[in-house]
Each structure stands twice: as C-alpha cells, then as structure tokens.
T-cell receptor, first 114, second 112 residues
C-alpha cells in the first residue's frame, strides 16, 4: 500500500520567509509525528498528533514553528520567519497509535534557507 | 532527559566480517528499544525492536539484545554483506511517551 508521502521534496527559501511543509500519513494511522534531521543535531522529535490534537509539542524549537492536523489525516508544519539554522530535512512519520507501534517515515522535505 | 549514545560514527568491515555496533541508553523509565536503518534519500525504517529487558530483536541476520543491567542494545551480525551498507540509528521510546529519541547514527560501509 501507499506509504507516508511528503511535499515538497525540496524547498529553497530566503531568510525571513514563511514555509509550509505537508505530510500525508498512511491511511488509517491515527498518530502522526514530525522530526527534523540535521548534520549538527541528528534526528530530533518536534511534535506528535493523536487524531487532530497534539498532546506532545515539546520538541518544537521556538514559537516560529507550528503544526496542525485536519480530519485526522493530512498535517502541515509551518515555519515562520525562517532562519538559516532551520535548514534541515523535515521528516514525517505515522503509526497506528499505540505506544510502541511502528512509526513509518516518509522520505522527508529538504529545507534550505539562504 | 532520555539519551542514546552510539560511539562509532562509521564502521568499515569487509564482506563476511562479523559486526558489533554499540548502543547505550539513559532513561529513568522502562523504554522500548529500536534499531532504525536509513538508505540515501529515504526516511528511517524500522530494522528491529525489543520491548523489555532480555528480549532479543532479530531481522535479516541482525540481532540486538535488550540488556537492562548494562543499559545497552548493541547491534550484531555474524557475517555482513555489501547490501547491509546504510546508516543505522539506535532509538528508544520511554514509558508514557510516543516520541523516538535517536542516537547520532553509525554509517556501515561494507567493503567488497
């Protein structure tokens, strides 16, 4: 079946601009996660959704970062006033929702802030 | 907070060599432990997992034993193949959480 998809695959933006990254989880998966992968920081958790609510936002690095999920499906991660340190690969994952259910990752969006 | 340490950034065995990739963890709770593998241009994918102490995860000839006494989850294989080349991440999920905490990753490059 179809896996997790993310768009765009690559995004180049100028410092100070806002960006939106999209994630389409596997159909039927109630849990959705955003992670960030960068050379300096490795793989870091950002936010977790169960349905449309986000019980764990502890990994969002600043208030410039926000995310929403609608209809228990698609999620959007928004970064406002982008900075060069936001350059990274943003990964989305989804799972069936249990505490240790396998998280299936998408291919990621590579964000470059000039 | 939780942490996962992988001491080797890169390992370069020859095909047919045995392999151990080290992973140690620190947490105050009772985590579940995972190895994820990542190929170029892709997101990480689950390689194997162990849910509690003394469990052994297995996949494609790889094994990892959940050792609570040494807080370790080392990845082992008797004979590596060129196709095993990838980046391997050790990770944990702590009790009551959903977020994966990852180690820094170990690049396995098997020499022909």
């Amino acid at each position: 079946g179809a896996g997790v998809s993310q768009s765009p695959s690559n995004k180049v933006t100028e410092k100070g601009k806002d960006v939106e990254l999209r994630c389409d989880p596997i159909s039927g998966h109630t849990a959705l996660y955003w992670y960030r992968q960068s050379l300096g920081q490795g793989l870091e958790f950002l936010i977790y959704f169960q349905g449309n609510s986000a019980p764990d936002k502890s990994g969002l690095p600043s208030d410039r970062f926000s995310a929403e999920r609608t209809g228990g499906s698609v999620s959007t991660l928004t970064i406002q006033r982008t900075q060069q340190e936001d350059s990274a690969v943003y990964l989305c994952a989804s799972s069936l929702g249990g505490p240790t259910d396998t998280q299936y990752f998408g291919p990621g969006t590579r964000l470059t802030v000039l | 907070g939780d942490s996962v340490v992988q001491t080797e950034g890169q390992v370069l065995p020859s095909e047919g060599d045995s392999l151990i990739v080290n992973c140690s963890y620190e947490t105050t709770q009772y985590p579940s432990l995972f190895w994820y593998v990542q190929y170029p241009g892709e997101g990480p994918q689950l390689h194997l997992k162990a849910m509690k102490a003394n469990d052994k995860g297995r996949n494609k000839g790889f094994e990892a034993m959940y050792r609570k006494e040494t807080t370790s989850f080392h990845l082992e294989k008797d004979s590596v193949q060129e196709s095993d080349s990838a980046v391997y991440f050790c990770a944990l999920i702590d009790t009551g959480r959903r977020a994966l905490t990852f180690g820094s990753g170990t690049r396995l490059q098997v020499q022909p």
